[in-house]
């Protein structure tokens, strides 16, 4: 073992870690706004960024679902739903959690 990797190993990497996330995230703004700066912002555009956090919430959340069992899926549609009805992501995590719950009580 090397020592990088011991100091790594130990208490410090920890906060090693943490840091160097944090100024990834910060990297990754920076590096959005500098890259925003630069596009013009047609509708087309806007509608584009408007839809892609929840396209992030999809692609992470909904194979995590999937491999959760019916309990899951069915939550997260009724996440969905609730959402998308009422523009309320409280509403969603409510009615989804609600969904699971129940799903799983009756042994789904």
């Given amino acids: 073992m090397t020592a990088v990797e011991g100091f ?58 999937v491999q959760s069992g019916l309990a899951a899926v069915l939550g997260l549609a009724a996440a969905l739903v609730a959402t998308a009805l009422t523009r309320f992501e409280l509403a969603g995590v409510v009615a989804g959690l609600a969904t699971v719950a129940a799903a799983r009580a009756i042994g789904g």
């Fill in 8 to 65: 790594l190993a130990g208490p410090a990497g920890t906060y090693v870690a943490i840091v160097a996330m944090a100024l990834g995230a910060y990297g990754c703004r920076i590096g959005g706004i500098a890259l925003m700066s630069r596009v013009k912002v047609t509708a087309r555009v806007e509608r584009g960024l408007r839809a892609l956090p929840g396209s992030i919430m999809m692609a992470t959340v909904a194979p995590i679902a």
